[in-house]
């Protein structure tokens, strides 16, 4: 396939007017066959969400091949084209369960499943969110190991709140398996920097479930500016951060740092109404999804797409930016981008064509298309 004229997103993120040659299922150098004329389209790697639990009416810890192929399948026709699936605070032995449903799944229809995000148990009770406080369990490197052999292999992020007890030595004992991000903490600055000089280097959610930023008390947010080596997620659906912060954020890391995810329940996709989220009731009205007993913000009701359209859209992003943050630096974070996240000669067609006001006309998955507008 020849994707002829288009504006092609390169990998150092921006944008050129170039034809892409697609060889069988990966980029290639040169091509022939099929001609797809992009003329006043971008052209983008599919994206890649390393921080959802669900949509359509499921949810990754439903454990099932079945709520896994339905969310791949949206996902896909969404452009997002890689998935990185949460998990909720459950005890081990249903995390056991759900790591190995997603260890022997092997559909083909959907996005990729290309690793798990393992959002609880190490969190603290203080900041645990929308997560259930009856299964959170103190940081285990052994229990973690456990749970990666269930997993085959598959958990690229674990989160960890870095100042409960045997935090820093399940940091220490683990950074070099997993990527750790900070998450659903109380930490003040020195606990975060401690935590990212023992090994963490990523940031759950950023803003959501930990102090906020002061000119006195910086925190975990101030301590992630710091270093450089720390990427930190960030969600736009226009809930969970006001447009000036994620400006203010941009400015603050740079878009070689910034994750964009959508931290979606399975109310994604569907109407206003009642659902759960890691055993929990949800209310769902409009974009915002709450706990129906507590009122905190239960995940997003909106796709990573969305995201980008809201954050280009609404909140005056760059759309090189945006792009760069679904797309090259997911697949950083997660050590995926060997294969995936870019344009690249060599890794996965996986391509995406927009128009001028960001609508979908064309996915293309593993060199075929799965959707046109």
Not at 296 to 314: E, F, P, W
């Amino acid at each position: 396939m020849i994707i002829k004229n288009g504006n092609v997103f390169s990998e150092e993120g921006s944008f050129q007017k170039r034809d892409l040659y697609i060889e069988q299922d990966i980029i290639g150098t040169e091509g022939s066959g099929e001609v797809l004329d992009a003329t006043g389209c971008y052209v983008i790697p599919g994206l890649t969400d390393i921080h959802f639990h669900g949509c359509v009416g499921y949810d990754f810890c439903d454990g099932t091949k079945e709520a896994i192929e339905k969310m791949a399948e949206y996902e896909l026709q969404n452009g997002i084209t890689t998935i990185c699936p949460a998990s909720m605070t459950f005890s081990e032995e249903q995390l056991t369960a759900i790591f190995a449903n997603a260890a022997s799944y092997s559909g083909e229809n959907g996005a990729t499943l290309v690793g798990i995000n393992m959002e609880g148990p190490f969190i603290s009770m203080e900041k645990k969110g929308a997560q259930n406080g009856a299964y959170i369990h103190k940081p285990d490197a052994e229990m973690f190991l456990r749970l990666q052999k269930a997993a085959n292999g598959l958990i690229k992020l674990v989160d960890i709140a870095p100042e409960v007890e045997g935090a820093m030595e399940c940091i220490e004992a683990i950074h070099d398996k997993v990527r750790v991000s900070v998450a659903h903490t109380n930490a003040d600055f020195n606990t975060a920097e401690e935590a990212f000089a023992k090994g963490a280097s990523h940031v759950t959610h950023l803003y959501n479930a930990m102090p906020p930023y002061t000119h006195r008390a910086p925190g975990v947010i101030g301590a992630a500016c710091d270093n450089e080596n720390v990427m930190v997620e960030l969600i736009c659906d226009g809930v969970h951060s006001h447009p000036s912060t994620v400006r203010t954020t941009f400015k603050m890391f740079g878009d070689n740092r910034i994750v964009l995810i959508s931290d979606s329940m399975m109310a994604c996709g569907l109407k206003d109404g009642q659902y759960t989220l890691g055993g929990q009731d949800v209310t769902v009205k409009g974009n915002l999804a709450t706990l129906t007993e507590l009122g905190n913000i239960a995940g997003s009701v909106t796709n990573l797409m969305n995201c980008i359209r809201t954050a280009v859209q609404k909140m005056c992003i760059p759309l090189e930016s945006a792009i760069k943050c679904a797309t090259v630096n997911p697949a950083k974070a997660i050590g995926i981008y060997d294969k995936y996240g870019s344009l690249t000669p060599g890794k996965a067609a996986d391509v995406v064509l927009l128009n001028k006001e960001l609508e979908i006309l064309y996915v293309i998955k593993a060199g075929k298309v799965v959707f046109s507008k």
